[in-house]
C-alpha cells in the first residue's frame, strides 16, 4: 500500500500534502517516485504567490505597526505623577526649554534611578546614550485617535538625562511599562527626567530643524491631561520609520 491514498481529493483540504505517491499500472506503488495531482497547480501557484509578497513586503517595508493608544499617563509616578513636580516647563521662546523637567519631591537626588514609564502604547524609536548634554535618552512613538477630529494622529516622547535605558529601538512598550530610570546625564545635572512630546515626528535628536511652535512641538502635561483615556480599539496601526536625521552616529529606527 502506498503511504497516502492515491485518489485525488478536490477542495481545500490543507491538512494533506501537496504530493502524493502514486499507483503504478501494476497496482504497486512507485516508491520514491512522487506525482503531482491535477489539483495541486492554483494551490501552488497562491503559496508562490503569498511567498513572493511576503519577500517584497519585507524588503520595501517601512512601517511599524503600533497599538493605537487607549491613553497617555504621566512618565514619572505612575500613573499621575504622584510624589513629582515639575520644576521647569514648556517654553518655546528664548531661554527655550523644550520640554518638561520632572523632579522627585523629596528633592536633590532622590529621585536618582527611579522608573520612567512609557506613557502609552506605542514603539521605541531610539534608545541609546547620545551623548552631548544628553547621555541616554529614549525616544518613543505613539499612534492615537484625535477625540477631536477622529483622525489618527502621531506623536513622540523624549526622555532625556536617563541613568538607565531598559528598552531598545524597535521595540513594542506598553502604556506603563518601564523604560528607564531618572538620571543626571552622568554626573552633569541633579537627578531630574527631561520629557519632550513633539507633534512632528521627525526632530529626533535635530531639535533646530523645525519652527519652535505647537504645530511641531507638545505641552506634555497639556496633552496628557487631554488624552488620559481613550477607547481602546485593539487594532494595530502603521507608524513611519526611517524619519530621523544621524546624531552623533545614532539615527534610530
Ligand atoms: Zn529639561
Not at 3 to 15: K, L
Not at 76 to 90: E, F, H, I, Q, T
Not at 217 to 223: E, I, K
Request: glycine content about 12%; hydrophobic content about 35%.
Amino acid at each position: 500500500m502506498p503511504i497516502f491514498d492515491a485518489e485525488s481529493t478536490h477542495g481545500a483540504d490543507f491538512s494533506k500534502p501537496f504530493f502524493r505517491l502514486r499507483h503504478g499500472r501494476t497496482g504497486g506503488p512507485l516508491l520514491g517516485v512522487f506525482q503531482t495531482r491535477t489539483t495541486w497547480r492554483p494551490r501552488f501557484a497562491a503559496w508562490m504567490l503569498a511567498l513572493v509578497c511576503g519577500f517584497s513586503l519585507h524588503v520595501f517595508a517601512t512601517d511599524a505597526r503600533v497599538n493605537l493608544a487607549d491613553g497617555f499617563d504621566f512618565p514619572v509616578g505612575k500613573p499621575n505623577a504622584d510624589g513629582y513636580y515639575k520644576s521647569r516647563g514648556l517654553r518655546l521662546r528664548a531661554p527655550q526649554h523644550f520640554g518638561e523637567d520632572w523632579n522627585g519631591r523629596s528633592g536633590g537626588n532622590s529621585d536618582l534611578g527611579s522608573p520612567v514609564y512609557a506613557v502609552a502604547d506605542g514603539i521605541v524609536t531610539l534608545a541609546n546614550n547620545v551623548r552631548t548634554g544628553w547621555g541616554n535618552v529614549v525616544l518613543t512613538r505613539h499612534a492615537y485617535r484625535d477625540p477631536a477630529t477622529g483622525q489618527i494622529k502621531y506623536i513622540d516622547t523624549l526622555n532625556g538625562h536617563l541613568d538607565r535605558i531598559m528598552v531598545k529601538s524597535g521595540q513594542a512598550i506598553k502604556r506603563g511599562q518601564q523604560i528607564g530610570t531618572i538620571g543626571t546625564n552622568f554626573g552633569m545635572y541633579p537627578a531630574h527626567l527631561h520629557f519632550e512630546m513633539r507633534h512632528d515626528i521627525t526632530i529626533g535628536m535635530q531639535r533646530s530643524n523645525v519652527p519652535a511652535d505647537m504645530n511641531h512641538w507638545a505641552d506634555p502635561t497639556q496633552f496628557i491631561n487631554k488624552h488620559r483615556r481613550l477607547n481602546r480599539e485593539w487594532r494595530p496601526v502603521a507608524v513611519a520609520t526611517g524619519t530621523y536625521q544621524d546624531y552623533n552616529g545614532i539615527r534610530g529606527l
